[in-house]
């Protein structure tokens, strides 16, 4: 092996999020309250769908999925970061760091896809209900979630590959909470205009196709529902989209704030902050969101609650 694709660094340190010494102990509190929460909320929609046979529908077929993602996306980050945190220990090993940044990529573009995939299971809906259930069948569903499956992991063993052909010399240290992919080629020694080429590449197609896919498929809806000449149709139709648009919008609008208008200095506390939103608290308030606003989770949870009452009886 050439000497410049080897790595001097063993471990890095995460400075973790910019708060003073004696604010660590609140802060501490409320992650580990917010993650639970995350955890908690988005396997009682994986069981409440799971369970009630109402919800055996390609909607909720993604939600499961989007679910289980959340629950991942935010295990890649919160755990360490809270360990950090209340251990005061804030190393992270050389390969640790890696397989860190490999899950974020792969559950963040996972996201991604499985919007898309959402936006056009309501664009199908709406725009073709006579021919719902013959387009929107198991196997496509499947097929969906799959060929999500393989995009994400591919985009990320790309960029986690060409990483570890760069060499890490003297500077180990990350002022970020996470092994940002972004962060970590601004320590590396190495050329690194091929990686940041194929991250500005890989990075707008799989935030932009998707988006453009969501973008599509909500105005063809929007023109379908204009069409529509009651109210009651139109706010029907409106209130499938609802919890979906919502979600969309607090996802793709971190996003959008952080990679495509970042602050003019290196680091700043508002990209942190920006990653905070889109790592910890879009997964935490997205079964609030489809629980509040969904009247078939809010009937499965009902349902839940009543036969937990009658076995405790």
Not at 168 to 178: E, G, L, Q, T, Y
Not at 231 to 252: D, E, F, M, P, R
Request: charged content about 10%; overall charge neutral.
């Amino acid at each position: 092996m050439r000497p410049e694709n080897q790595s001097h660094v063993s471990e890095f340190l995460l400075l973790g999020l910019p708060i003073q010494p004696e604010q660590q102990g609140m802060f501490f509190a409320l992650f580990l309250g917010m993650y639970l929460t995350t955890v908690l909320g988005n396997l009682l929609i994986i069981l409440l769908i799971r369970l009630d046979p109402r919800l055996h529908t390609p909607m909720y077929f993604f939600l499961s999925h989007l679910a289980l993602t959340d629950v991942s996306f935010s295990s890649v980050t919160v755990p360490k970061m809270l360990m950090n945190m209340h251990m005061q220990d804030q190393a992270i090993s050389f390969a640790g760091c890696i397989a860190q940044m490999y899950f974020f990529i792969v559950f963040g573009v996972l996201d991604n896809f499985l919007l898309a995939s959402m936006a056009y299971d309501r664009y199908v809906a709406i725009c073709h209900p006579l021919h719902y259930t013959t387009i929107m069948r198991e196997g496509l569903c499947i097929l969906l979630v799959t060929v999500s499956w393989i995009l994400s992991s591919a985009d990320s063993l790309c960029y986690t590959l060409l990483l570890t052909q760069l060499s890490f010399c003297a500077d180990n240290i990350i002022p970020h909470f996470f092994c940002d992919p972004g962060t970590l080629l601004k320590l590396s020694c190495s050329d690194t205009s091929i990686n940041e080429l194929v991250i500005f590449t890989l990075g707008v197609a799989v935030i932009t196709l998707p988006l453009t896919g969501i973008l599509v498929s909500y105005g063809r809806i929007g023109a379908t529902i204009l069409k529509v000449p009651s109210t009651t149709g139109i706010c029907k139709a409106l209130s499938t989209c609802g919890s979906h648009l919502s979600v969309v919008s607090l996802y793709y609008g971190t996003i959008i704030g952080l990679y495509f208008f970042p602050s003019s200095s290196t680091y700043s506390d508002k990209d942190i902050i920006s990653s905070v939103m889109y790592t910890v608290v879009t997964p935490l308030l997205n079964p609030f969101i489809y629980s509040l606003r969904n009247r078939d989770m809010k009937g499965a949870l009902e349902k839940l609650f009543y036969k937990a009452g009658v076995l405790s009886q």
